[in-house]
Each structure stands twice: as C-alpha cells, then as structure tokens.
C-alpha cells in the first residue's frame, strides 16, 4: 500500500450515483451464505431488515441504540451492532447470523461449549456472546483469557454469566486447535 | 426519526458535491445513527463516505511520516501490530476505546469528530446552550461528567480517546471540501464552544477529513496513555492522559501532556510541557507539571475527584516516559 493509495480529491464526474430513498429502496446482500433481498426505507437497521423481512429473529432487539450487545452480527466477518448499521450500507456485504452457525444439524462448537459450560441463564444476550467469541476464534487460534474476555466486552449479560461465558469461548478455543 | 435518502458514492470529489444543504456524511455510523434517532441531526440526505476508495489503511513513507486514511476502522488501528511498534500511543488509546463492535465499525474520521456526551445534550427534550438554548444545564445540575478545566457557556468535555494520543503526537489533518484541501493541526482543530460558536469543532459544512498525518520526528517521541474510567471496560474516560517526550540520556525533551475528558477541548497548558524541559521526570517534578496544567481547576459540584484523578494520572503517565 504506497502513500498514493489516498487520493488527492478526485474530479468530480457527472454521473453522481444519485440519491435512493426516503421511501423504500431495494438492499441485496449475502446471509448465512446465501443471497437475500429487501424492499425497506433507509433509516431502517440491520437488525430491522434481519427480524422482519427476512425472519431471522435469533438476533436479539434489546436496547436498540449499540449500547448493550445483544442484536451482534458479524459483517464481512467482523462483530458488529446490527441495531445502530443501516440496512442500506450492507448492500453487497456478508452478514452471519447466530442462525448461520450450525451445519447438518450440529451445533457451532462455540455453541455446543455455551451449553457444557452452562454460559447463560435468560439466553437473551447469548447470540450476541456467541458471535462475538465465534469472530475472534477466526482471527486467533489460541486467544488468551485477556484476548477472550476482551472480545465480549461489548455484549452486557445482565444475569452475570460472564465467568461461564469466558470458560465456554475458551474450552471452544481448546476444541478448535486440538 | 426523520426520513432521509442515501447515497454512497465511489469517489471523493463525488462525495463532496453531494454534500450540500441538509445532508450529512456518514461512515461507521456509530455516533450519527444515534443522533439522528434521537433527533439532534435531521439530514435530508445521508452520504455513506465507506465506498470511497483509498481513504481506508495507512502508510509509512520515511521523509512523509505516517499517514492514516480517515476512513480506517479503529480496530485496524488497534490491532496492527506493526502500527504499535510505529506509534503505541494511537493502539493505547484505541485499547479501552468502546467495544470491539464500535471499534470495527467506527472510524478515525468519525472519532475525530464526534459530539460529546454530556446528557443534557444528548436530551433531545432538553434545550441547553449547546444546542441553541439559553443556559448550560450540567453547571448546577448533574456535573459527574463534566468540565473541571476551560469552559465557557458550556461545561462538556471532548470525548474521544483518539484525539488526546494523536495530539500528543503533534499530529496534523488534512480537510477536503468542494472548493479545495486544508491541513490543520488537530491540537488546534477543536474549539471551546463559547460565544457564537456552540459547535465543538472547526469542521465547516460541506467539508470532510481525509487523513491524519505524524511527521517521522514525532514518531521518534516515547508516548503513554492512561485512561480513568468507572468500570474497566465500555466506558468514556473519566480522565485520559496522553504524554510524549523525546528522551536523551534518561531526560525529556519537548514533553507533550494532552488531557482527555476534564475540558471541552483535548486540553494542555505549555507552560507545563516546558517546566518539564530536560527533566528527568521524578515523582516531584512530575507533580509539580500536574499541578500546573491544573492549577486553573474549577471543579463543579460533583467532578472534583477528577482533580485528584488526573493529577495521579499525569504523573504515571510521565514516569513510565523514563521507566
């Protein structure tokens, strides 16, 4: 990446994409692998468009403002809060969801350590904790207990179950690398 | 909330000629979808500046310092481990910034620029001076947050984490509107609203920051970040330092201590950075520079502590500058 791959400001062309919306605009993305569409208004989130139009409602609604955690979906791979990311900024983007997880039947192993650890009790903010911890076992193989305690910083449990939340995501760490 | 269109261009010059009357620019989001719920921003239009190309990553050209594209989420920042040997003090500050959620979806732009926290702002029911009203609530009301340090007519303080580290960094930004480029110094960049200007920072309509720039001799400098906050984790700074120095045969050169969370700009008094010239930086003197930048402190009636805070704060970060 050389320095010149920032542009000094572009001139600016005559075929502006133009404004979409207010009123509903197509999004077309990819979730849990496969391709979805949507006819809704801009201001609409991601959480909205994946709890209503598409029915995936394992993602959780709670404070609706990216202060607790629960509605986290991972985007382009990354954890992120689905209830304050436009619907209409996915377009063309790979959204996973809690729904994603589990192939053929088995669980996800960072799900089947949620219930050997016994890693909720309300289950509410589960699917936020668990693609939370699913994101960083991709990126590190052998997290810490810092690292695993760190990557569910941004998902409240208001029951508490962070001790058990971070002995699952670790024994799933363990499961992955052995 | 109020309806809106969107746009997301390709290209800078795109994106600033759409940016005109009514709408807002609009990356991470993380900041703007909350003030738009809550009707503090009412954009006709939104222009997602995430599809520009090149604005997004950094480089280090030696004789060109360290460039970071305004568009680079936070975590990228935070996680390389190759930008920490650069310039620790940015993934320092970045550490405890929020959650590894706002992180990946924020960026260095939008940190730079967003509105602060005071909860009679963040009130859409509450007209305070800020937003045009008449009278600063937060001075007899609940003040926990608040300034201890430089206020005028209102007493919020500069929220970011970033903005304190790249300061002390002595870091430049570069501004791009329609009719041209500007580069300001961010340690100028931030204003305290007062007078006529109830805005926190010198961004003009129609404008957006395209990078952040530190000369290599800045990136010569030792730095240290520390941030105070009521929990360990998720939380704005009660009280951040950021300090830098050049360190020569165990003495400090051309300190800079940069405060966060206690004015409503990022705040430093030179007369302290120069008491500290050529010392080595013992608990005293340490103090004694602690004691300058907050002799002016007035306290409200619930942030004293912040007092207490960041004096012992600024003395840790300068001894580990030398430890």
Avoid at chain 2, 92 to 121: H, I, K
Avoid at chain 2, 177 to 199: A, C, D, E, H, N
Avoid at chain 2, 216 to 230: N, Q, V
Wanted: overall charge positive; charged content about 25%.
């Amino acid at each position: 990446m050389g320095a010149d791959s920032i542009p000094r400001c572009s001139i600016p062309s005559n075929d502006m994409p133009p404004f979409r919306g207010p009123d509903a605009v197509d999004i077309s993305l990819t979730v849990n692998g496969q391709g979805a569409t949507a006819h809704l208004r801009p201001q609409r989130s991601l959480l909205e468009l994946l709890r209503g139009p598409l029915g995936l409602t394992g993602t959780k609604l709670v404070c609706n403002a990216g202060n607790c955690g629960a509605c986290t979906v991972l985007v382009d791979d990354r954890p992120v809060y689905s209830c304050i990311t436009l619907a209409v900024a996915c377009e063309g983007k790979r959204v996973e969801t809690i729904e994603g997880l589990s192939k053929d039947g088995e669980l996800h192993p960072v799900q089947e350590a949620f219930i050997d650890h016994d890693a909720y009790q309300c289950g509410f903010c589960t699917p936020g904790q668990v693609m939370s911890i699913v994101a960083l076992l991709r990126t590190k193989g052998k997290p810490t207990e810092d690292d695993m305690r760190r990557a569910v910083t941004g998902n409240l449990c208001r029951c508490g179950a962070y001790v058990n939340i971070v002995k699952a995501g670790m024994s799933a760490a363990r499961r992955a690398t052995k | 909330m109020s309806l809106f269109s969107y746009a997301k261009p390709r290209a800078l010059g795109e994106a600033l000629r759409l940016l005109k009357n009514g709408t807002i620019a609009i990356a991470g989001g993380t900041d703007l979808v909350g003030l738009i719920r809550s009707g503090l921003a009412k954009p006709d239009g939104l222009v997602d500046l995430t599809g520009i190309e090149g604005l997004r990553g950094w480089t280090r050209e030696k004789g060109k310092g360290l460039r970071i594209g305004a568009l680079t989420p936070l975590s990228d920042l935070e996680t390389s481990p190759q930008l920490r040997k650069l310039a620790p003090m940015i993934a320092e500050s970045l550490r405890d910034a929020a959650t590894p959620q706002l992180r990946n979806m924020g960026t260095v732009g939008g940190n730079l620029l967003q509105r602060n926290r005071c909860w009679y702002f963040r009130d859409e029911a509450v007209p305070c001076w800020l937003k045009g009203g008449t009278r600063c609530f937060a001075v007899e009301g609940e003040n926990r947050y608040h300034a201890i340090l430089g206020a005028a007519e209102c007493v919020m303080v500069a929220p970011s984490d970033l903005a304190p580290a790249l300061i002390a960094y002595d870091a430049e930004i570069e501004i791009a509107s329609s009719i041209g480029r500007r580069t300001v110094k961010l340690g100028q960049f931030y204003i305290t609203p007062s007078g006529r200007q109830r805005k926190e920072h010198a961004i003009k309509a129609g404008e957006l920051i395209t990078s952040v720039r530190i000369a290599d001799s800045a990136l010569e400098r030792r730095g240290a970040f520390l941030k105070a906050m009521d929990r360990k984790a998720w939380s704005f700074a009660l009280v951040s330092v950021a300090a830098s120095a050049k360190i020569q045969g165990g003495k400090a050169h051309d300190v800079r201590i940069v405060l966060g969370g206690v004015a409503p700009c990022p705040w430093w008094v030179p007369a302290a950075n120069k008491q500290l010239e050529g010392s080595v930086l013992d608990d005293n003197a340490c103090l004694a520079a602690a004691d300058a930048i907050l002799a002016d402190a007035q306290p409200l009636r619930d942030n004293g502590y912040k007092v207490t805070l960041a004096r012992e704060l600024i003395r840790r970060a300068l001894r580990s500058l030398v430890a």
